[in-house]
């Protein structure tokens, strides 16, 4: 089983940056692909980011190109984002996944098997 924890949330203003962390545990996750998703109130889960296993290929959803960079510590078996440029349509909880595979092109949830509790970013204007 896998346990994983999001942190980093908070309240910006639009133009900012956060970084937000996730730790995974339970197993080793050295050779599975992580993600990044959201969802807005009423909204379903967006693709926000992926990393494949050796952090070597990374994948991002277009509305956060070139304004968010994944990447990943295994040593600490934690992956961050990094979001700078923060619009108020960034607002959403930020949700980390594991997936059983290794590529970075996995940008589905139903890929996904473990899920942390997500962590809310608030972007004012």
């Known amino acids: 089983q896998v346990h994983v924890v999001e942190s980093g949330g908070g309240l910006v203003q639009a133009g900012g940056s956060l970084r937000l962390s996730c730790a995974a545990s339970?197993?080793?996750?050295?050779?599975?692909?992580m993600a990044w998703f959201r969802q807005a109130p009423g909204e379903e889960h967006e693709f926000v980011a992926s990393i494949d296993w050796s952090g070597a290929s990374a994948d991002y959803g277009d509305s956060v190109k070139g304004r968010f960079t994944i990447s990943r510590d295994d040593a600490k078996d934690t992956v961050y984002l990094q979001m700078n440029n923060l619009k108020p349509e960034d607002t959403a909880a930020y949700y980390c996944?594991?997936?059983?595979?290794?590529?970075?092109?996995?940008?589905?949830?139903?890929?996904?098997?473990?899920w942390g509790q997500g962590t809310q970013v608030t972007v004012s204007s």
């Open positions: 339970g197993s080793s996750l050295n050779k599975n692909a």
């Open positions: 996944a594991v997936t059983k595979y290794s590529g970075s092109w996995y940008h589905d949830e139903n890929d996904y098997d473990y």
